[in-house]
Structure formats: structure tokens, C-alpha cells
């Protein structure tokens, strides 16, 4: 299929946040937009992600994205025609310390604020949300829960997203690398492809652990850097629970599948910045050695495979979005920090009423732009390191 001489708007990335990004512009009436995808939808983190959606947030701006998105997740099979695998069994979040204690009571407390059904937890109460934990074995001291949380299916959900904006007359070209953007006097106005140049109006940088390389080519610093996170599966095991399990200080997290399989992963301490997409040994002691801790009956479970994403991480562990304040034309999508799935809707709802109308009634955009990290920041605490 040969590319068009040029598109109101072209998607650099085919991940969800691309898909969605051109669905939300098609079902309004913008169909003349170009996903341009170097490999095949859903390859780089989406299609690697551990699947989870939870508005439990240390920032206002994180959890304002979540909040939103779990209503928009709550009707998207309905809306795109296609089951994207939502299952809200609520998200179960251990602390450890004094400290963690007092952080996730002001997390709550802004949380509550902003109408999320969430709840601190004393360790004496974990048991009666996921019975199969030992909470004294993993140091637990206290915890929250939202009922609401919970998981969906991120290759349906990118796919459903596609279809949807296909039908609706986006176009996608997947295997097309982008190898150039021209922005002549501040402005885009072409894409450089391996296949071909699009002249755009809008150029949209979603390409996730690319994103810089992209920005790069448009003149643009951001400051992304990709950390490779590894992900295993185990046997398939009866019901024994539905929350994810979460430690931002042992930086774990795992639940069980709808077929029953757990799912988790377990962040490096000693991590750094690079492409290393090999499954390691070290991820794997690490992973069993904690998840036992948590739940000593795991300890004879099989693990059936082991795979590495990668999260596009920024220095505040928040996305950069928004019309670049030094180039007219070029949007920012990226920087997600692990959490981009989770916050797709809203932010591509966002994004396209900035757009088609000049702003974005549910965002602050300007808070999230790259135009940040030159003060101080206001770093995102609840993540998995």
C-alpha cells in the first residue's frame, strides 16, 4: 500500500497509545490521519506491558489521567465493538515502613478527594482482600485498596482501537521506518519514511522508548531514557485470588490470570538505562526469591516463560504530552515511565481535543510538558522502580 502524499495528522508508533490516538481523532471526524509503524502494532511496550490499570497515584495529574480512563476502560468493548479483557479486581498496594505508611495516607486522602473509592488498609486487614498473602513474612505495615482497578487486554485493546479507527477511514502503515521530520522555521511540515515523505500538518511522537530518537529528528531534546523490565508466567493454578499485588519498596508486582496463570515482575535496583531485550537469570532468583516471601505456597510453582518489555522513563516517572512549546505542529506522546496502557484513554482523549478544538478539557497539558524539567519537580512516588 502506497503511502499518501501527505495527512492532516501522522501517528509516529503503533502501540495503544498510537491506535487510540487515531481512533479518537477518526470517531470525531478527522479521518484523514497516517499511523506510520516501523514494525507491527503492539511490538514494542504495549505488547510487553504486565496489562495493569490503577488510578492509585502519588500525583494529582497521574491520578486525574487514571481516574478518567478507567471510565472510558469501562465502556470501550461496548463502544469499539470488539471485548478488550477488562477485569477489575482491584489493586492491593503493600507498605513497609513508617514512611510508606505516611505517604499512602496523603496519597489517599488526595485520591478521595478527586471521588476515587479507595481505602487505607492496617496489616491486620490485607488477609481479608488476598487471603493467600503472609503479610508478616513480607514485612507489611500497612496498605491501600481500590475495588476498581484492575487489568484489561492490551493486544485487544490496541487492536480494537485500530479496526475501529480503520473503519472509520485512519490508515495504517505498518514495517514503514520514520527516518526523517522536516520543521523548517519552527513548524513541522514532512515526514521522511524509508517508504516514502508525508507532508502533515500534525506530526504525533509515540513511539515510546523512541520517542527521543523521533523528537531528535525534529530538532527536539526530550529526557527519556528506556530501562528493559522482565515479566514471567507460571502454570496455571486454580482461583486463588483477583487483586494485583503491589510493593513499591520491593518494587513487585504479580496477579492471576483469568486462566488462571500468575503474572508479575520485580524491578532491578542496580538497573540502568539501555536495550538489553534478553531474559536474565538474575530477574528470575530475584522474582521467585520475593514472590515466595509473599506467598510461601508459590514456592514449587513452575514458571512457563520469561520475557523483557521496556519502559520510556523521564526524570519524574510522568509522561511529557502536548503541542511542543519550541516546534508548531509536533506532539508529544511518551515518557510514560511504565504506566502508559493504564492511562491510554484519557490521554488520547486529551490529545485529540487539543487537536480538533485547541485544548484539552479534561488535561493540563502544560504541566506535562518538556518545558518542566528545567525546575523542580513534582516526581511521581508510586511506581515500580
Not at 15 to 28: D, E, I, T
Not at 148 to 169: I, M, Q, S, V
Amino acid at each position: 500500500m502506497q503511502l499518501p502524499e501527505k495527512a492532516e495528522v501522522v501517528i509516529i508508533g503503533g502501540g495503544v497509545n498510537g491506535a487510540g490516538l487515531a481512533y479518537s481523532l477518526a470517531n470525531r471526524g478527522l479521518s484523514d490521519v497516517v499511523i506510520l509503524e516501523k514494525n507491527y502494532l503492539t511490538c514494542g511496550a504495549t505488547g510487553r506491558c504486565g496489562a495493569g490499570i490503577r488510578q492509585q497515584w502519588s500525583t494529582e495529574a497521574n491520578t486525574r489521567m487514571a481516574i478518567e480512563s478507567v471510565k472510558m476502560f469501562e465502556g470501550l468493548s461496548e463502544e469499539l465493538g470488539h471485548d478488550i479483557g477488562l477485569r477489575q479486581g482491584g489493586y492491593l498496594i503493600i507498605g513497609h515502613s513508617d514512611a510508606d505508611a505516611a505517604q499512602f495516607k496523603k496519597n489517599v486522602a488526595m485520591q478521595k478527594s478527586l471521588g476515587l473509592g479507595v481505602s487505607y488498609l492496617d496489616p491486620s486487614e490485607i488477609n481479608g482482600i488476598v487471603p493467600i498473602l503472609d503479610a508478616e513474612g513480607m514485612g507489611a505495615t500497612c496498605a491501600t485498596w481500590c475495588p476498581t482497578d484492575g487489568h484489561a487486554d492490551p493486544f485487544h485493546t490496541t487492536f480494537a482501537y485500530a479496526k475501529a479507527a480503520e473503519r472509520l477511514g485512519a490508515r495504517i502503515y505498518r514495517r514503514t521506518t520514520v527516518t526523517g521530520i522536516d520543521a523548517p522555521d519552527g513548524a513541522v511540515s514532512k515526514v521522511r519514511t524509508d517508504r516514502g515523505d508525508i507532508k502533515a500538518r500534525w506530526v504525533v511522537n509515540a513511539a515510546g522508548c523512541n520517542s527521543a530518537e523521533i523528537a531528535a529528528m525534529a530538532g527536539i531534546d526530550i529526557p527519556i531514557k528506556p530501562y528493559p523490565k522482565e515479566i514471567f508466567a507460571t502454570e496455571r493454578l486454580k482461583p486463588l485470588f483477583k487483586p494485583m499485588v503491589i510493593s513499591f519498596h520491593d518494587g513487585i508486582y504479580f496477579s492471576q490470570q483469568e486462566h488462571g496463570q500468575v503474572v508479575g515482575g520485580i524491578s532491578d535496583p542496580e538497573a540502568k538505562p539501555q536495550w538489553r531485550a534478553m531474559p536474565s537469570l538474575r530477574f528470575l532468583k530475584r522474582m521467585a526469591s520475593t514472590l515466595t516471601r509473599y506467598v510461601p505456597d508459590f514456592r514449587h510453582l513452575k514458571v512457563l516463560r520469561q520475557w523483557t518489555g521496556f519502559y520510556d522513563v523521564t526524570p519524574d516517572a510522568q509522561p511529557i504530552l502536548g503541542e511542543d512549546e519550541d516546534v508548531s505542529g509536533f506532539m508529544q506522546c511518551n515518557g510514560f515511565s511504565g504506566h502508559g496502557f493504564m492511562i491510554s484513554p484519557s490521554v488520547t482523549k486529551a490529545l485529540s481535543e487539543y487537536i480538533l478544538d485547541g485544548r484539552a478539557s479534561t488535561l493540563d497539558m502544560k504541566a506535562l510538558s518538556k518545558k518542566r524539567f528545567v525546575g523542580e519537580l513534582d516526581r511521581e512516588a508510586s511506581v515500580v522502580g
